[in-house]
């Protein structure tokens, strides 16, 4: 029995799409367990670069099963959308794809209210609909695919929902009336497409346990932005931290074998909220332009910086992380030096724990060591060994700091870059 968790340790974007990719090979399942289509997970093998929003990476295997979990929020038009391109990629989903029948599903007036609030509130949401479902679910409102198996219980449950929707939307929005007819017989349709991947997945995913079959849970963001143990409130609705496995996914947490976390070789963000070791300046600019740092999904600048070892360790800390996987090392070529925070202060006195509350996290200082750069390609290298002695370096550097191993490195955006050391 193997239940590997892989989580991003940061704020997301760390490359968890590719480093799942790679560890589906020899799996038997791989298992997606909170989120929505808010989050873009890229894979690129020889010129071919593939965006997964909801499937999970391990699709790409054609012996993979792979597993979409109750923890996450599944939006039809894009769940269809990635289905259609596999297809048209050649690849065979069939019998492969199983969806939990207790997945929520994200509505139309979802979407409504999230752009709507995101104007007044800035939080930095994709405005997919993802938090206004969670948000349904919270408050046992939600309409689950297993409420499509019987229309009178999926018309009643939307007609009651959208009721209340509606007048939100027309007092505080000024929104023009929701069509529910049109709701309805669409997402009647989407039922019948989706019927083949509906299954407990709960039960399939214990038989697999039973069954000493290796499965690898992957999250989407990063665990920074986790609802309860992220930068709130500047977080995702969700829980993208390894415990999210167990309820996302129905496994218990006896079953988890070891925690995988993913890091940027520096730090990254995406929307609003306090990110200590920001660079605001060319520095940063670089960064982003070097590292392709526009978002997946929406296209958005990501906010850029240098490693963030304080973050690291509190992520560390409630993941339960044994091992790193290192990406990105090449963006970090063009640089003479590299800085790394490694501690925070406020008024000259250090931080003990990683602060709770934004105002405080926003008035940090970093205290930073500077290391030499290795200022050259590292595409093509596929071996610890290999590396300049710098970067071996900065490797090591990162090891000492966090107390964890870093088990793989990736030096391109190519899968075949990407190496156990």
């Not at 054609?62 to 894009?78: E, K, L, M, R």
């Not at 490797?395 to 156990?420: G, H, K, Q």
Request: contains cysteine; aromatic residues 6%.
């Amino acid at each position: 029995m193997s239940v590997r968790v892989v989580v991003g340790a940061q704020w997301g974007d760390e490359g968890k799409g590719k480093i799942v990719d790679l560890l589906s090979e020899g799996v038997d399942v791989v298992a997606r367990y909170q989120g929505g289509a808010n989050a873009g997970h890229t894979i690129v093998f020889g010129s071919t670069k593939v965006v997964l929003h909801l499937i999970p990476s391990g699709i790409l295997h054609p012996s993979v099963q792979c597993v979409i979990g109750n923890g996450t929020v599944i939006d039809p038009a894009a769940l269809m959308q990635e289905i259609a391109m596999l297809e048209q990629m050649g690849i065979n989903i069939s019998g492969r794809l199983h969806i939990s029948h207790k997945a929520h599903l994200i509505m139309p007036y979802h979407k409504m209210l999230d752009v709507a609030r995101e104007r007044g509130a800035g939080i930095g949401t994709t405005g997919r609909g993802i938090g206004p479902a969670y948000f349904d679910k919270a408050t046992r409102s939600g309409i689950r695919i297993v409420d499509l198996l019987d229309r009178a219980t999926f018309e009643a449950k939307l007609r009651a929902n959208i009721e209340e929707k509606d007048r939100l939307l027309r007092a505080l929005y000024d929104s023009a009336p929701i069509d529910v007819e049109a709701i309805l017989e669409e997402y009647l349709s989407f039922d019948s497409k989706i019927d083949p991947y509906i299954t407990d997945t709960t039960t399939l995913l214990d038989q697999a346990i039973r069954d000493g079959k290796t499965i690898l849970a992957e999250g989407a963001q990063g665990a920074l932005l986790d609802l309860d143990h992220g930068t709130y409130p500047f977080v995702t609705s969700s829980n993208p931290t390894s415990g999210g496995a167990c309820t996302g996914l129905g496994i218990p947490p006896t079953a988890i074998s070891s925690v995988m976390g993913v890091v940027k070789a520096y730090s990254t963000r995406v929307g609003n909220g306090p990110f200590p070791t920001e660079l605001t300046d060319a520095t940063g600019d670089l960064l982003r332009t070097e590292g392709n740092e526009y978002g997946a999904t929406t296209g958005r600048d990501r906010r850029c910086g240098w490693l963030d070892i304080p973050a690291l360790r509190y992520s560390i800390m409630v993941n339960g992380i044994s091992e790193i996987a290192l990406t990105k090392m090449d963006v970090l070529g063009i640089f003479d030096e590299i800085r790394i925070c490694t501690r925070y202060t406020v008024d000259g006195k250090p931080v003990k724990y990683f602060p709770a509350d934004g105002r405080t996290l926003e008035a940090v200082e970093c205290d930073y060591i500077t290391v030499p750069g290795w200022k050259q390609p590292l595409d093509g290298i596929r071996s610890f060994e290999d590396l300049p002695p710098a970067a071996q370096s900065y490797i090591t550097t990162i090891e000492n700091l966090l107390d964890r191993p870093v088990s793989w490195i990736s030096t391109s955006p190519a899968r075949e870059d990407t190496f156990r050391r």
